[in-house]
């Protein structure tokens, strides 16, 4: 399934955004969603993901109590709100997408679909 992330920009730490990723097809709610971070050099890491319905989530530890995932089916979109920023949170933070029910999916490989990625820098 095409995915689009949107949102991203430079914020200093403390600061607030919230991505948004788009998915174009009908059968949105039959998605598992996942939030991934990349920073250059590094792997790509787990950051979030959602149940089709926003009734259950689980994120990273790195991200607990700062991040949280939502959904809303009707207009096929997945959103990452992320308070408190932290530079080291600064990376191409990706949606994912897997039609699948409910589970946690944690690793890239368990995903089928990926959008282009969104920049989040955190610097002041």
């Known amino acids: 399934v095409p995915l689009a992330e949107s949102g991203g920009g430079t914020v200093q730490p403390g600061g607030s955004l919230r991505l948004s990723c788009a998915a174009s097809?009908?059968?949105?709610?039959?998605?598992?969603m996942g939030w991934f971070r990349q920073a250059p050099g590094k792997e790509r890491e787990f950051v979030a993901t959602?149940?089709?319905?926003?009734?259950?989530?689980y994120y990273a530890d790195l991200v607990k109590g700062r991040f949280t995932t939502s959904r809303d089916n009707a207009k096929n979109t997945v959103y990452l709100q992320m308070n408190s920023l932290k530079p080291e949170d600064t990376a191409l933070y990706y949606c994912?997408?897997?039609?699948?029910?409910?589970?946690?999916?944690?690793?890239?490989?368990?995903?089928?679909?990926w959008g282009q990625g969104t920049q989040v820098t955190v610097s002041s």
């Open positions: 097809t009908r059968t949105f709610s039959n998605y598992v």
């Open positions: 959602i149940s089709w319905n926003g009734g259950s989530t």
């Open positions: 994912a997408a897997e039609p699948r029910p409910w589970k946690t999916l944690l690793s890239p490989h368990e995903y089928s679909s």
